[in-house]
């Protein structure tokens, strides 16, 4: 079987994964884990480490026993790296001034300019209906302690 340069590369992130979950996996070990009912601190990061290293074993697996045909290269997508990269340090930076519901609108409709073939108005009905349903399940159904509108905001 000759290995592609994706499959080379598969099987370099498979294992870079199987090595990042072993490191993370050896520093809970003196934690307490507890059960799923009474978590321990070392738990989650448990859990995350074996969710990484089943991630890691599939992508492992998959570039060793497929080998995939050399596939062309496309350009570079800076359009979305221009929208998508700054919308969450949007959010991040202006959260707190802006307060949960603008932040978040500005930061979904920021984002819905990677796609070429998004038009205006579907990008605020898109921030709108992301902004809404955040809202309704974090602010409300979840109760987190969060202001709606902040310092920032004129009312």
Request: glycine share 10%; charged share 10%; net charge positive.
């Amino acid at each position: 079987m000759q290995m592609t340069d994706k499959n080379r590369t598969d099987v370099l992130c498979g294992l870079a994964l199987l090595a990042v979950a072993a490191l993370f996996g050896w520093q809970v070990t003196g934690l307490p884990i507890g059960t799923a009912v009474r978590m321990g601190p070392g738990y989650f990061p448990m859990v995350l480490s074996g969710l990484l290293a089943v991630l890691g074993a599939i992508i492992l697996i998959k570039a060793l026993r497929s080998p995939e045909p050399e596939e062309e290269k496309g350009p570079i997508a800076w359009r979305g790296m221009a929208f998508i990269l700054p919308a969450p340090v949007f959010f991040g930076l202006t959260v707190r001034g802006l307060g949960f519901v603008p932040a978040l609108f500005v930061t979904a409709l920021i984002a819905s300019f990677a796609s070429r073939r998004m038009k205006v108005w579907q990008a605020f009905v898109l921030a709108g209906l992301v902004t809404a349903f955040s809202t309704l399940v974090f602010s409300y159904a979840l109760g987190l302690p969060f202001r709606r509108f902040g310092p920032w905001w004129p009312f």
